[in-house]
């Protein structure tokens, strides 16, 4: 996330163990980011997450949901309409890969419109990085 200059003012986090766990580990790469653990994002599914996602104020430029398989897959695809890792999101989705999307827009029009994927990463691609 470092590496990459991924910052969210706002992160969305289920309440579940395992998701409270990888937020830990990237807690570092944060910064100052407001951080919500919400219950509802436990069991949610993509249509769920998405309207979570549309309720986020405008003001707040940047947001990282930290869910679960398959709704965090299946909202991802459903909103990257294009991007160069496309076909590897297709693929697996594995625990603590991210996908970064932009879009342009308010959030409460996110779905709307085309997003780009602009990076997918998958654990065992840092492997060995610093």
Known sequence: MSRNRIAPALVLCSSARRTRETLDRVSAAL???????????????????????????????????????????????????????????????????????????DWSELGQQGSQLAAYVKPKQLKGSA
Do not use: C, N, W
């Open 31 to 105: 910064g100052p980011a407001e951080i919500l653990i919400e219950p509802d994002l436990y069991g949610a599914s993509s249509e769920d997450l998405l309207q979570r996602l549309r309720e986020v104020p405008d003001e707040v430029e940047s947001v990282m949901l930290v869910g679960h398989q398959p709704a965090i897959q299946d909202l991802a695809l459903r909103l990257a309409a294009e991007g160069p890792e496309l076909e590897a999101l297709r693929g697996k989705f594995p625990t603590a890969a991210l996908a970064t999307l932009t879009f342009e827009g």
